[in-house]
């Protein structure tokens, strides 16, 4: 490896993330949140460093396909379900659990041979207005897959627009909807928390609901709350996002840097070049002052991020050199500060790392 730019992924940081989870919950099963190559940090190795999971959960079959064929053991849910019937021969014979948000599905599944055996997640729209069934759909909805041969279990699902936010009552709502609607239904066993409603909303996972947490965001070590609480205090970072210092000049006062002169400097700067640009999935959007941290000490970004590079201000770092590791987010950059600072969620600077960017496991 030539280029000094890598995501490290700590492992035990995800198993005690998971933990943490668990923690929260200890009546509930973890349907850990690996979609999207495990929020870009690689949901094969993830998944095989998480034995203990009760059951991991993905956006789609393709995602789903990739886990059993490496040897993943557990149970797979399909947070959306199938998107085509021909895919319910592979639901079947790879025996995945699948979300039922449409009245087409239920009809699909309505046509497989009687001998089949769904295990259906059946989603409520509680709230979110994205996908599930309406309040008043849903009794019907649920007796029509219950009275079917082909239907083996049906877990209740709904998911939460606001949780991270703990100041609004749209939670609370949410989930006397829910209570409501599911009350005179016999299936008991439900799954209504995301990692934020793990975290802050005890009373969406109590043990009445027999049920499932589906911790995503929190297993990757960022704190999805608003206002961190003592369990999410408790996160580890996972992935850490380095590169190195590849170039280092003295710039003039009133001289600029970067593309279209964006940052001007107030004083004559000492200006580090570091290897990692946009096409890593650094955003470009980050505005100057973003930080980063180098031999231990934080500074900050200064010009527009290029394609393949950046520059940051070292004019009071005496000792970074060519060589220099920099930080670009991990255990000391925090990648929600870096989010802020580009206007956008941890969620997607992990999901927007690219191919480009070696990733090292660590144990
Ligand atoms: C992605 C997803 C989750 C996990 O959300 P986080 O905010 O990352 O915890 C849970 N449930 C569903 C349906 C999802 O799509």
Redesign the pocket.
């Known amino acids: 490896m030539a280029r000094p730019t890598k995501a490290s992924i700590d492992l035990a940081a995800f198993r005690h993330n998971y933990r943490v989870a668990k923690a929260q919950s200890p009546n509930s099963q973890a349907?850990a949140?690996i979609?999207a190559d495990a929020?870009g940090h690689g949901a094969v190795k993830l998944a095989h460093a998480l034995q203990e999971a009760d059951a991991f959960?993905v956006?789609c079959i393709e995602e789903a396909i990739e886990l059993r064929e490496s040897g993943i053991k557990q149970p797979i849910l399909l947070?959306?379900g199938f998107f085509e019937e021909s895919e319910l021969e592979l639901i079947q014979q790879h025996n995945f659990w699948t979300?039922v948000h449409s009245q087409a599905q239920i009809e699909a599944i309505k046509r497989q041979p009687q001998s089949s055996q769904f295990k259906i997640w059946l989603?409520l729209d509680s709230g979110m207005h994205r996908?599930g069934f309406s309040p008043q759909d849903y009794p019907a909805a649920f007796e029509q897959l219950n009275a079917l041969p082909q239907v083996d279990n049906i877990v209740h699902?709904t998911?939460f627009a606001c949780?991270?936010e703990l100041d609004k009552s749209m939670t609370q709502s949410q989930l006397e909807l829910c209570i409501s609607t599911l009350e005179k239904l016999d299936s008991k066993t439900s799954s209504f928390a995301?990692?934020?409603a793990?975290l802050a909303h005890p009373s969406t996972h109590s043990e009445q609901f027999k049920g499932y947490t589906?911790?995503?965001?929190?297993?990757y070590g960022a704190d999805?709350l608003s206002h961190p609480n003592s369990a999410s205090e408790q996160l580890i970072p996972v992935m850490t996002l380095t590169s190195k210092i590849i170039a280092i000049r003295e710039v003039k006062a009133q001289e600029s840097v970067g593309y279209g002169e964006r940052y001007r400097c107030e004083r004559d700067m000492k200006i580090g070049t570091v290897a990692i640009g946009y096409a890593d999935g650094y955003p470009r959007h980050a505005k100057d002052g973003t930080p980063v941290m180098v031999n231990g000490v934080r500074t900050q970004l200064v010009g527009r991020v290029s394609m393949d590079m950046l520059t940051i201000d070292l004019t009071d770092i005496p000792n970074a050199e060519i060589g220099s590791t920099v930080e670009l987010w991990g255990k000391n950059v925090k990648a929600a500060e870096v989010a802020d600072c580009c206007d956008t969620i941890p969620?997607t600077l992990f999901t927007g790392i690219t191919r480009r960017v070696h990733k090292e496991y660590i144990d």
């Open positions: 349907v949140i979609k929020y959960g956006a947070l959306e979300a989603k996908l699902m998911h949780a991270d995301n990692s934020s793990t589906r911790p995503g965001i929190l297993l999805p969620y």
